[in-house]
């Protein structure tokens, strides 16, 4: 009987170390459906024609998850269950943008700067274009790319009636998030950027922050997972990759980083 | 009927060995009969209505909980707290209960650093004031919690059990173990209290078992006081007791093999068949000693009361029984459940007293002496003379003055309020009722309705304009103040939103998109209450505190308008749950009332129309008993006594009774008036042999009936008090309405005058009467007279005016010209069947002869307004009367010229 007791120990050791070691270190946070926990790991039951079902569990079941999607499950199920396919596919593109590029970034600019509490003015308005254009003509700015935040939402254009032209005391730099939220306005008086924060306003919340050199430049980008809060809010996330190549300063898009957005892939799949 | 009744009084021993067997077989299922009492039952059963409930129930799940109602100055104090999840974890352990909804439960949706947190608003204790109060204030925003689980502005909470689906609770269990845990609160909350409808229910079953045990005697003590001031007889006494006791014991055995639980309404059977069962053996023990007092033997006198009253006592058992029966026409369960009983339990009463009153007095009756005959003396019978005078003097002032009662009582039917609830039985004084007052002052209330909306393709609810006309629906019964909550998976889906845009309070989605998002952190299980699998049909969840039926009526019918005017045309609304159950189970009643009052009355005019030949006299028998219900609506408009579960079968179960009297009057009348041939003798010596019987069976019946005011449940008041009302009532209309409407008709027929052989030899083979049946003949004749004429006497003269038209029944009679000297030349002799006074009659002029009784003979007088009224009224038999009278003055004509001819010849001759 001792025996057997120690034998059944030791595999429950075993397995538990296995388990612990199954789950790598730099996998992103996800979020859970049904409970919208913060995990690291989810199980979800998908299905697979009007009959079958199959479950998953993200981000070990991904290469599965993509052999399906190709196989065209993706359409099966009500509203909800092809929305639940596509959160599993974004997971599990999210986890395979991050890890695309291998090789360990050789320079790090970014993983020492506090995004939960970033400046505005450190960060590029709109995705791609430039906070200062940005600001004085929007229309020359290109659109944002799908699937990631557009601040221009948060910006008070000059010929606004309702701008203020200083804010007493407003200190520029105190423009920032907060524990990873910013909520309120934002506007240029004087060539300065002002903000006005305002809690019942629409903002966006920072969820996570990743590192990898998603473009493989050798320099460590920084990967922001946004929502946008208040009203018009909605709970899908938006990524916005950043970086940028000197201790200080603004950040900027990584070159040749854009993040794939949903449909089967035949691109490399981690194991 | 009198074959059994004399059967029994020659077999003492069968009978008695019948009721015997009975009761043994009875009594040995008697452990097996429920108090149960189920809100189930008090509602329209195997409808369209009910089908839809419970198929909502299945898709939704139940709407009613039980609630823990809590209060304190600090609700969420550490300490109490830890009590209340020790007590509420020991309540989800019972094995009975599903689960518990409380704070500890409830998810407090909210995001944590963006991410979706729906732990429970105490998934961990507060520590501090301020904690309490921050968790206070978000569950106080919470849709599903605010005036559900917590008070929005008082220090009162509440958690709800949730029993297990689809099995039957002992409700006395889940009351005591809820009671048990909820103790152990209290010296941390006060008050600190388990209220639902199990502890409703349980309130009524407690009652009920109180009520049996203290009014169950006043019952028998009133029998006993109205007995001992009637008969005065030891086992005249014990007779009617030892019959309601063993229809009792074989009714509440019948009720066990049927499975019919004792409840609010059946458990007054038992004390009704105390109070009703009694006055058949109070007729039968009367007639009895009358029989006795005549000088008759035992058995001379068991026959005679079996002669006399074995046709009757089954009559007025028949209407009884019939008004009884007719409150089982309700769909309402429990009515019908009472109809069945209480109907059955009165046959077995019947049973019983047609068994044990003959079996029992043949064998113990001469014991007995005489005790009332005071009361049948010379100055009653001259009271009784003074009275039908008095009556007759002013009979168009009683009419005037029934006809301003009857209008007074009508002009207060449409003052009659309407009101089924069951937590209104428990009147004002029941802790169950005061803790409910408490839940509807504090919280939403416990009532519920449900508003099921359905568009009949998937997904729908999962788009927000589909969404917005839940809310739109919802908005309006907020606006309308009808309920302080209401709940949908708009809300849900509103508190979710919120959550994730970080924003104070919930908000509708924006988009179909932000709803399919949402939905990714959704379990259907977790809004399975409010919408389906598919989304294709959702449910508004309504709980209020309304408890009139009246103004529930109201509330349906402007939602109902509301949804049929604003609601989207692709979706569908309908209003179900337990509330729409109840309110329509309120409409069944009182149309139940209706066809209860109306059955009975139609069978009423039928058994009298049958038993005296004629519609109208049934008809006139109503009027004695409809006058009391008429009284009876007008007393409940004005006194505000509300049409529920008890009143409503007052009127009809009071018809019923209170027609025995009538027909006691009426069939004694009918026997006086072929004793005596004298209209007026007739009435005064029914006066006087039924005043006694009547007055005191009704005075027994009036004090059986107040026994019921002393029960705790209003409905079973109010039965009570109506009841006596419509006995009393009916009683002074029997004795005043029954004597003046009888007097102007001709109960006793000339056809009950007239013997069998003089129906089968004269009558039947009379020319007149040729090819008719015995019915059409007696239809035909029931409105003539009879003549006795001597020796001599002249029927009619020369001269006299025709208008009559006689039969002879017996003697002969012979037709003449009066001649010079007083003689008359013979032309005609008529024997018995024959025809004659018809020609004169038919040619409109006087008499031509004269018409002489040769021995004394009976004539049948049949008058020109009478053959007229036939003819309109009965074409089919006069035509053949004319027919045969045309065929018989032939003949007549024929051997009168023969014999002008013979006549002729001889002259002749000669």
Known sequence: MRPFLLAMLMASLAWTVEAAAGEPENTPWFTAPYTGEKVKSYEITLPLSRYEEETFVIPRDCKKLNSRLLEGAGHWGNRVQRRLWIKADDDCRYLNYLNKNPRKAEKDFVSDYDFFNARLADLPLRPGCDLYLLLRDPTACPDPLPGMPDFSMLMMHQEHPGIPTEIPGADPQQCRFRNGVFRGHIFFVDDSLQCEEDHRAPGYRILSVDYADVNGDGYLDAVLRMSLIGTHGRPELLVLPLTRFAPEGKFSLPQGADYPRFGPTDEGWLP | ?910
């Open chain 2, 1 to 910: 009927m009198n074959r059994l009744l004399i059967y029994f009084s020659n077999r003492p021993l069968v009978g008695l060995g019948i009721v015997l067997a009975l009761s043994i077989a009875f009594a040995l299922k008697l452990p097996d009969l429920q108090i149960r009492v189920s809100a189930e039952e008090m509602l329209v059963q195997h409808d369209e209505e009910h089908r839809f409930y419970d198929r909502t129930r299945r898709l939704f799940g139940d709407e009613q909980v039980i609630l823990i109602y809590l209060q304190s100055p600090r609700l969420l104090e550490e300490k109490k707290l830890t009590a209340l999840k020790k007590v509420l974890k020991e309540v989800e352990s019972l094995p009975f209960v599903d689960r518990v909804e409380s704070l500890f439960t409830i998810p407090w949706v909210k995001t944590v650093n963006g991410y979706l947190d729906k732990k429970p608003y105490l998934e961990k204790l507060p520590k501090t004031p301020e904690e309490e109060r921050k968790i206070l204030e978000e569950a106080r925003k919470n849709p599903f919690l605010r005036h559900v689980l917590i008070s929005p502005d008082r220090d009162i909470m509440a958690a709800a059990v949730i029993l297990k689906p689809g099995q039957r609770h002992d409700d006395k269990t889940i009351t005591s173990a809820l009671d048990a845990a909820v103790a152990k609160l209290r010296k941390f909350y006060d008050p600190a209290f388990a209220i639902g409808f199990p502890e409703v229910r349980s309130e009524i079953v407690h009652r009920i078992q109180e009520e049996q045990v203290h009014l169950f005697p006043l019952a028998i003590g009133a029998l006993l006081i109205a007995l001992f001031l009637l008969l005065r007889q030891l086992i005249d006494i014990l007779l009617p007791l030892l019959s309601a006791g063993f229809s009792i014991l074989w009714t509440l055995g019948f009720m066990a093999y049927a499975g019919i639980p004792l409840n609010v309404v059946t458990s007054i059977v038992p004390i009704l068949l105390v109070i009703v069962g009694s006055t058949e053996d109070i007729h039968l023990l009367s007639e009895f000693r009358q029989g006795q007092r005549e000088g008759l033997a035992n058995r001379e006198a068991l026959r005679q009361m079996a002669k006399r009253m074995g046709t009757i006592v089954l009559l007025t058992f028949v209407t009884t029984y019939l008004g009884f029966l007719s409150v089982g026409l309700s769909r309402i369960s429990v009515l019908w459940q009472f109809g069945l009983v209480s109907s059955t339990g009165l046959l077995f009463n019947f049973l019983a007293t047609i068994i044990l009153i003959p079996s029992v007095l043949s064998l113990a009756g001469k014991w007995q002496l005489d005790g009332k005959a005071k009361i049948y003396g010379e100055k009653s019978r001259h009271l009784a003379r003074a009275y039908w005078s008095f009556l007759r003097r002013h009979r168009q002032g009683i009419i005037l003055l029934f006809l301003g009662a009857t209008a007074i009582s009508l002009a207060g039917i449409p003052r009659i309020h309407i009101n089924h609830n069951a937590i209104d039985s428990l009147g004002d004084d029941s802790p169950v009722r005061k803790r409910i007052a408490l839940v509807n002052e504090n919280l939403a209330g416990l009532e519920t309705l449900s508003i099921v909306v359905e568009s009949g393709i998937e997904d729908t609810f999962l788009k927000v304009r589909y969404l917005e006309e839940l809310a739109k629906i919802q908005a309006f019964i907020k606006k309308k103040g009808w309920s302080r909550s209401t709940t949908s998976f708009a809300d849900y889906l509103s508190l979710l939103n919120g959550a994730f845009q970080e924003l104070d309070e919930p908000i509708m989605p924006e988009s179909d998109d932000a709803v399919t998002e949402l939905m990714i952190f959704l379990k259907q299980d977790e809004v399975r209450s409010y919408v389906n699998k598919d989304f294709s049909e959702a449910r508004i969840l309504v709980r209020h505190d309304i408890d009139s039926s009246e103004k529930l009526e109201q509330v349906l019918n402007e939602l109902q308008s509301f949804i049929d005017n604003h609601l989207d045309p692709g979706l569908r609304a309908h209003i179900t749950g337990d509330s729409v159950l109840t309110f329509l189970a309120t409409h069944a009643m009182i149309s139940g009332q209706f066809e209860s009052i109306a059955l009975l009355l139609v069978i009423i005019v039928l058994i009298i129309g049958v038993l005296f030949t004629e519609v109208r006299v049934g008809l006139l028998a109503t009027l004695p008993n409809i006058f009391p219900v008429f009284v009876m609506f007008g007393f409940m408009g004005f006194m505000d006594i509300p049409l529920n579960i008890g009143t409503t079968m007052a009127a009809a179960i009071a018809i019923g009774i209170a027609v025995d009297d009538t027909l006691h009057f009426m069939l004694r009348y009918n026997r006086e008036l072929k004793a005596s041939k004298s209209h007026a003798a007739a009435m005064q010596q029914t006066i006087y042999s039924e005043a006694l019987p009547v007055v005191s069976t009704s005075l027994a019946l009036v004090a059986g009936f107040l026994v019921f005011t002393q029960a705790s449940f209003p409905p079973i008041v109010q039965f009570g008090m109506l009841g006596a009302l419509v006995i009393l009532v009916a009683l002074f209309a029997d004795f005043i309405i029954t004597p003046l409407a009888i007097s102007s008709l001709r109960l006793v027929t000339i056809w009950d005058l007239l013997s069998l052989q003089l129906r089968k030899q004269i009558l039947e083979k009379s020319l007149l009467f040729e090819d008719l049946h015995p019915w059409q003949i007696r239809q035909f004749i029931l409105s003539g007279s009879i003549q006795q004429f001597d020796q001599g006497d002249l029927v009619f003269r020369q001269g006299d005016e025709s208008n009559e038209l006689y039969l002879l029944l017996t003697g002969k009679v012979e037709v003449c010209l009066p001649a010079e000297k007083g003689e008359c030349d013979k032309l005609e002799q008529f024997s018995p069947g024959d025809v004659f006074g018809d020609v004169a009659l038919f040619a409109g002029i006087p008499r031509k002869t004269d018409a002489r009784a040769v021995e004394p003979s009976t004539v049948l007088v049949l008058n020109r307004e009478t053959i007229e009224r036939n003819l309109r009224h009965r074409p089919r038999i006069s035509a053949r009367i004319f027919a045969n009278l045309t065929k018989d003055l032939s003949q007549r004509l024929i051997r009168m010229i023969n014999k002008q001819q013979a006549t002729g010849i001889r002259t002749r001759r000669r």
